[in-house]
């Protein structure tokens, strides 16, 4: 057996509150594929996968997936885009050193 390729899968999750003064509360989770490519470099691909924990306003978002799927349909009546505004914290998140900090991982455990 030869190996010709590592790939480190890691998920995580993280804590972030979103809308006007924080008031939605969540945990996004991502799962992080790290690998080497032929170069050498390091790749690292970050997918978004689901949402839990929600809060508004410090009250629990009780329920599964049709649940939370309703809040955020009353939110839009109220002309609150929570995707929107997910999406939007996901970019910052992309934009801070979350890649760094999964290149270093897979440095020491690879």
């Given at each position: 057996m030869k190996i010709t390729h590592k790939t480190l899968m890691?998920?995580?999750e993280t804590e972030v509150k979103i809308g006007r003064n924080d008031a939605i509360e969540l945990t996004l989770?991502?799962?992080a594929f790290i690998s080497r490519n032929?170069?050498?470099d390091m790749d690292v691909d970050i997918e978004f996968m689901d949402v839990t924990n929600g809060k508004f306003l410090g009250i629990e978002?009780?329920?599964?997936?049709?649940?939370?799927?309703?809040?955020?349909?009353?939110?839009?009546?109220?002309g609150i885009d929570v995707n929107k505004?997910?999406?939007?914290?996901e970019?910052?998140?992309?934009?801070?050193?979350?890649?760094?900090?999964?290149?270093?991982?897979f440095r020491h455990n690879i």
């Open positions: 890691v998920n995580f989770i991502h799962q032929k170069n050498g978002i009780e329920g599964n997936y049709s649940e939370f799927k309703k809040f955020k349909e009353t939110m839009l009546t109220l505004l997910i999406d939007e914290k970019k910052e998140l992309m934009k801070s050193d979350i890649e760094d900090e999964l290149k270093e991982m």
